[in-house]
Protein backbone atom coordinates (compact mmCIF):
# COMPACT_ATOMS: atom_id res chain seq x y z
CA UNK A 1 0.00 0.00 0.00
CA UNK A 2 1.18 3.76 -1.04
CA UNK A 3 1.74 5.61 2.20
CA UNK A 4 -0.75 8.82 1.94
CA UNK A 5 0.73 11.69 0.51
CA UNK A 6 -0.29 15.67 2.11
CA UNK A 7 -1.48 17.89 -0.44
CA UNK A 8 -1.52 21.27 1.05
CA UNK A 9 -3.54 24.08 -0.37
CA UNK A 10 -2.44 27.96 0.26
CA UNK A 11 -4.43 30.55 -0.45
CA UNK A 12 -6.64 33.33 0.98
CA UNK A 13 -10.05 34.68 1.07
CA UNK A 14 -8.74 37.38 -1.29
CA UNK A 15 -7.86 36.83 -4.51
CA UNK A 16 -4.21 37.44 -5.47
CA UNK A 17 -4.17 40.68 -7.68
CA UNK A 18 -2.59 38.66 -10.51
CA UNK A 19 -5.06 35.92 -10.25
CA UNK A 20 -8.62 38.24 -10.65
CA UNK A 21 -10.18 35.81 -13.71
CA UNK A 22 -9.16 32.29 -12.09
CA UNK A 23 -10.70 30.75 -9.37
CA UNK A 24 -10.17 31.18 -5.76
CA UNK A 25 -8.01 29.01 -3.35
CA UNK A 26 -10.92 27.14 -1.66
CA UNK A 27 -12.09 26.44 -5.21
CA UNK A 28 -8.77 25.25 -6.38
CA UNK A 29 -8.98 23.26 -2.97
CA UNK A 30 -12.62 21.84 -3.92
CA UNK A 31 -11.78 21.44 -7.25
CA UNK A 32 -8.66 19.54 -6.96
CA UNK A 33 -9.70 17.12 -3.93
CA UNK A 34 -12.37 15.92 -6.67
CA UNK A 35 -10.11 15.74 -9.47
CA UNK A 36 -7.40 13.60 -6.85
CA UNK A 37 -10.66 11.50 -5.63
CA UNK A 38 -11.44 10.43 -9.58
CA UNK A 39 -8.00 10.12 -11.22
CA UNK A 40 -6.95 7.57 -7.77
CA UNK A 41 -10.15 6.03 -6.30
CA UNK A 42 -9.61 4.16 -3.22
CA UNK A 43 -6.02 5.63 -2.95
CA UNK A 44 -5.99 7.57 0.37
CA UNK A 45 -4.74 10.85 0.35
CA UNK A 46 -4.72 13.88 2.91
CA UNK A 47 -5.63 16.85 1.33
CA UNK A 48 -5.47 20.39 3.51
CA UNK A 49 -6.85 24.17 2.54
CA UNK A 50 -4.21 26.89 4.64
CA UNK A 51 -4.78 30.25 4.60
CA UNK A 52 -1.89 32.08 4.30
CA UNK A 53 -3.12 34.68 7.18
CA UNK A 54 -2.79 32.04 9.81
CA UNK A 55 -1.07 29.06 8.69
CA UNK A 56 -0.60 25.98 11.52
CA UNK A 57 1.94 25.30 13.57
CA UNK A 58 3.68 23.55 11.91
CA UNK A 59 7.52 25.54 10.59
CA UNK A 60 7.42 24.41 7.31
CA UNK A 61 4.02 25.05 6.37
CA UNK A 62 4.68 28.52 8.40
CA UNK A 63 7.58 29.32 6.32
CA UNK A 64 5.87 28.71 2.77
CA UNK A 65 2.77 31.18 4.00
CA UNK A 66 5.67 33.42 4.54
CA UNK A 67 7.25 32.86 1.20
CA UNK A 68 3.73 34.08 -0.34
CA UNK A 69 3.06 36.74 1.53
CA UNK A 70 6.66 37.92 0.68
CA UNK A 71 5.51 37.39 -2.87
CA UNK A 72 8.23 34.99 -3.73
CA UNK A 73 5.35 32.56 -4.89
CA UNK A 74 1.59 33.08 -5.85
CA UNK A 75 -1.37 31.96 -4.16
CA UNK A 76 -3.47 29.46 -4.65
CA UNK A 77 -0.39 27.05 -4.34
CA UNK A 78 -0.46 23.24 -3.80
CA UNK A 79 2.44 21.06 -2.62
CA UNK A 80 2.88 17.52 -2.41
CA UNK A 81 4.95 16.85 0.95
CA UNK A 82 6.36 19.70 0.88
CA UNK A 83 7.25 19.92 -2.71
CA UNK A 84 5.88 23.27 -4.62
CA UNK A 85 3.90 21.82 -7.60
CA UNK A 86 1.89 24.32 -9.08
CA UNK A 87 0.96 28.17 -8.18
CA UNK A 88 -1.11 31.03 -9.44
CA UNK A 89 -3.12 28.51 -11.40
CA UNK A 90 -1.89 24.89 -10.69
CA UNK A 91 -1.72 22.77 -13.45
CA UNK A 92 -3.67 19.27 -13.26
CA UNK A 93 -0.77 17.04 -15.32
CA UNK A 94 2.51 18.34 -13.09
CA UNK A 95 0.28 17.08 -9.85
CA UNK A 96 -1.02 13.73 -11.44
CA UNK A 97 2.71 13.41 -12.15
CA UNK A 98 4.08 13.95 -8.41
CA UNK A 99 0.99 11.97 -7.22
CA UNK A 100 2.09 9.15 -9.56
CA UNK A 101 5.98 9.70 -8.28
CA UNK A 102 4.95 8.93 -5.20
CA UNK A 103 2.86 5.42 -5.77
CA UNK A 104 -0.24 6.37 -7.12
CA UNK A 105 -2.23 4.55 -9.64
CA UNK A 106 -4.53 5.99 -12.26
CA UNK A 107 -7.77 4.95 -12.54
CA UNK A 108 -8.31 2.70 -15.54
CA UNK A 109 -10.42 4.34 -18.35
Known amino acids: MVKPVEICVYGADVL ?18 AALARKYPEQHF ?17 ELAEKILNDEYFYPLVSINGIV ?11 YA ?11 S
Open 16 to 33: CPSCVNLPSAKETYEWLQ
Open 46 to 62: YIEYIDIYSPPEDEQKK
Open 85 to 95: VGEGNPRLKVI
Open 98 to 108: EMEKNGYKPKE
